[in-house]
């Protein structure tokens, strides 16, 4: 499913998945109404309640334009795989708990026909509480690189160049390639017409669980970066805490922040090791 030379480009959007059975339907109905030309490359982390199923249903229903894989991976490993086996000269990353506005990969394709990273503007659904509260931003020359994977597009070629995701990361490979592009010379465009839908996390403690690794993550960061403390908005970073829910969250960051110093000690990563090109499809 190749663009002819007058069309678009393509774009691959990649999906890794596990365990989204009650909601992968929702996405891939979303991402079916999408201007062509795109694909879709799901890598299925062996799930094991029915998802890898449903997938390879739509993949039967949409041949060529569906295309289901499945292996174990972590995420950066599984859209590393993904990429591998896309066919398309722009790649789109979204999640298994998403869904996409109709015009994402519309706009998703205009931005990158100006810059070769594109992020979009993803809008949490769920608790209130839980999908009010900011994102702690990070900054390299002038761009914030928290832009989320879950709505994040780069050029092929530029992804390749930098050896796609980091798969030693457990949380935070998309700021990791993000800081990485930025460091390269590249510019990332926020589009917030560009939008995916998120659901939040359906209870306080899978919150408080998914605040302590990404914690955890941004200590990875650091060890392979350097320390990156003095690119944080402190002030806003702080401002940002209003209320019960957003104290709790930061403190559950900090933690797994404090986790990853004590234990890892001789596991810290490097810069410039352990990127792992994409060029093996699953």
């Not at 970066?225 to 104290?247: K, M, N, V």
């Not at 004590?262 to 352990?274: F, K």
Request: charged share 20%.
């Amino acid at each position: 499913m190749g663009s002819k030379p007058d069309s678009p480009p393509l774009v691959s959007v990649v999906i890794t998945v596990r365990n989204e059975a009650s909601r992968l339907a929702p996405l891939l109905d979303s991402l079916l109404a999408q201007a062509p030309p795109f694909e879709v490359v799901l890598v299925d982390a062996e799930s094991r309640d029915g998802t890898y199923e449903i997938a390879q249903e739509y993949a039967a229903r949409h041949p060529g334009v569906i295309r289901v894989f499945r292996q174990p991976c972590s995420r950066g490993m599984g859209r590393n795989a993904g990429v591998a086996a896309a066919r398309g000269e722009y790649v789109a990353f979204t999640d298994g708990d998403c869904f996409a506005d109709s015009n994402w990969v519309a706009r998703i394709r205009e931005g990158l026909s100006i810059a070769p990273v594109v992020a979009g503007q993803t809008v949490m659904v769920g608790r209130p509480s839980y999908s009010r509260l900011v994102r702690i931003e990070l900054f390299q020359s002038g761009y914030d690189v928290t832009y989320p994977s879950c709505n994040l597009a780069y050029h092929r070629a530029l992804f390749e160049q930098l050896g796609g995701f980091d798969p030693r990361f457990i949380t935070a490979e998309d700021i990791d390639l993000n800081l990485r592009a930025v460091q390269l010379g590249a510019s990332i465009l926020y589009r917030p017409d560009a939008t995916i839908y998120h659901y939040g996390r359906t209870t306080f403690l899978r919150f408080l669980y998914q605040a302590f690794w990404n914690g955890y993550g941004r200590k990875q960061l650091t060890e392979k970066h350097g320390s990156l403390w003095g690119r944080y908005r402190i002030r806003r970073l702080i401002s940002g805490q209003r209320g019960p829910i957003a104290w709790c969250r930061l403190l559950a960051a900090l933690a797994g922040y404090g986790a990853r110093v004590v234990t890892a000690s001789d596991r810290r990563l490097t810069n410039g090791a352990g990127s792992t090109p994409a060029n093996s499809p699953p």
